[in-house]
């Protein structure tokens, strides 16, 4: 049931960023807040690689354009979610993918969401790490 929860969520992200141009608040900080607790709770390790993500993000958004807070946001959940699922290479995996994606999108058509791209990768690599 949960798997059906986290596709549908990821997958009204993914439209909503590919048609608005934005993620929303109400449905980016909720997880990204949920995330920071439980993990807190739960494993500090885990904790820590699941930052990687946003906190790279914060400084490339500070220094670079074209990551916003939406993005920013979502890579916490995100990052949460690879690092419980698969730790330091699962959160790594997925940062690589999204940003390969995302520099895709960009070269063929000179520009695109973020968001689409993170959710992408992170199915990509739960699934690889579900098989491995």
Do not use: E, Q
Not at 71 to 93: E, T
């Amino acid at each position: 049931m949960g798997l059906i929860i986290l596709s549908i969520w990821a997958i009204y992200l993914a439209l909503f960023d590919a048609t608005f141009k934005r993620l929303p608040n109400g449905l980016t900080l909720p997880p990204a807040i949920a995330s920071v607790v439980c993990l807190g709770l739960w494993d500090v390790p885990t904790l820590l690689w699941s930052l990687v993500w946003p906190v790279l993000y914060l400084v490339v958004g500070l220094t670079l354009d074209g990551i916003g807070g939406g993005d920013l946001k979502l890579s916490v959940s995100l990052g949460a979610l690879m690092s419980a699922i698969g730790g330091m290479w699962a959160v790594l995996g997925a940062i690589v993918l999204a940003s390969v994606t995302s520099l895709g999108l960009l070269l063929h058509k000179g520009h695109g969401p973020h968001g689409p791209s993170m959710l992408l990768a992170t199915a990509i690599v739960m699934l690889w790490n579900v098989h491995s």
